[in-house]
């Protein structure tokens, strides 16, 4: 373990900063066949606890073995599509070769070229609540995401390319995805859609800001309503208050330093900005019903 969870980024190219880009996994088979341009392999080590700030698709065609996603291990048997947001911790444990692809790409280059389509943050697979992070798929149709994908890299390796072309792919991808995804929810009354938009400005909100906004009061100034209707219609829908929600992100984050380095709780308390340890101690535990050393520990041994 170490002291910090490394934090991937999209990486720089001449002069600008991609907005997506696509990958094969380091021991992937098969792919190299299909395209007369080399499709680089993800520079970045998948085995080990990482997160990113972008967005990530894994489109696996064919391998097996597990992924763990914020403490959560989902086994990989064959063909599916699993979904990272920025900020989640997660890494890949390999039993067989993988055939598929990693396409990385950035929210403002997916809205950009979607301008109509949903927010990321309102789709199944990355909405911060009821996130669905893995759609299987039958046979037919992983072999029309080969099609689909297989042609998205094909455009993406021209030179020039056109990243409208490849915004396009992307939007197409996750609506059909999310077609998917709702047609595997037990709930149909879950739909992402189904959330008023206050809610999903709200979570938005909380998932790039709860580090440093703790405060109900301050989302609602953002928000432009008082704190008491927005904590309404939060618990409305949500079922829990707009300040236990915060406190969830926040714990969140704490249980991922927790098991993924050596900081101490102490440490973790202020990396939170929690500015009094002993509270975030009581906190915990009374959230969790173990401190967190123990939490700590209990996690290592059963889980990672």
Same mark, same amino acid.
């Given at each position: 373990m170490t002291d910090e969870i490394p934090v991937h980024t999209l990486p720089k190219a001449t002069g600008k900063v991609p907005a997506l880009n696509i990958?094969?996994?380091?021991? $992937?088979?098969?792919? *190299?066949?299909?395209?007369?341009?080399? %499709?680089?392999?993800?520079?970045?080590?998948?085995? !080990?606890?990482?997160?990113?700030?972008?967005?990530?698709?894994?489109?696996?065609?064919?391998?097996?073995?597990?992924?763990?996603?914020?403490?959560? $291990?989902?086994?990989? *048997?064959?063909?599916?599509?699993?979904? %990272?947001?920025?900020?989640?911790?997660?890494?890949? !444990?390999?039993?067989?070769?993988?055939?598929?692809?990693?396409?990385?790409?950035?929210?403002?280059f997916y809205t950009f070229y979607n301008p109509e389509s949903p927010a990321l943050s309102q789709l199944p697979f990355f909405q911060p609540v009821r996130r669905q992070p893995v759609v299987l798929l039958s046979e037919n149709e992983k072999l029309y995401f080969h099609n689909l994908v297989a042609n998205m890299v094909s455009d993406h390796l021209q030179e020039p390319a056109d990243p409208g072309m490849s915004g396009r792919y992307l939007g197409l991808l996750l609506q059909k995805c999310t077609h998917l995804a709702k047609q595997q929810n037990q709930v149909p009354n879950a739909a992402p859609h189904a959330l008023p938009e206050l809610v999903g400005r709200f979570q938005e909100l909380v998932e790039k800001n709860f580090l440093r906004m703790h405060e109900v009061q301050q989302y609602a100034i953002l928000l432009d309503v008082s704190p008491d209707y927005l904590s309404k219609i939060i618990r409305r829908h949500l079922g829990i208050s707009s300040q236990e929600y915060i406190l969830e992100k926040l714990l969140l984050e704490a249980k991922r330093l927790l098991v993924f380095t050596t900081l101490s709780s102490k440490e973790i308390a202020y990396h939170i900005q929690l500015d009094d340890p002993s509270y975030f101690g009581r906190i915990f535990k009374k959230k969790t019903g173990l401190t967190p050393s123990e939490y700590r520990d209990h996690v290592r041994k059963s889980a990672i």
């Open positions: 990958y094969r996994f380091k021991n $992937s088979i098969g792919v *190299q066949r299909e395209f007369p341009v080399s %499709l680089p392999i993800t520079p970045l080590p998948t085995d !080990t606890p990482h997160r990113h700030t972008y967005y990530e698709i894994l489109f696996i065609e064919e391998g097996s073995g597990f992924h763990e996603i914020d403490l959560h $291990s989902y086994p990989i *048997q064959g063909a599916g599509m699993h979904f %990272l947001t920025p900020g989640q911790v997660h890494l890949l !444990t390999f039993s067989a070769s993988f055939r598929g692809y990693i396409i990385a790409f950035s929210e403002d």
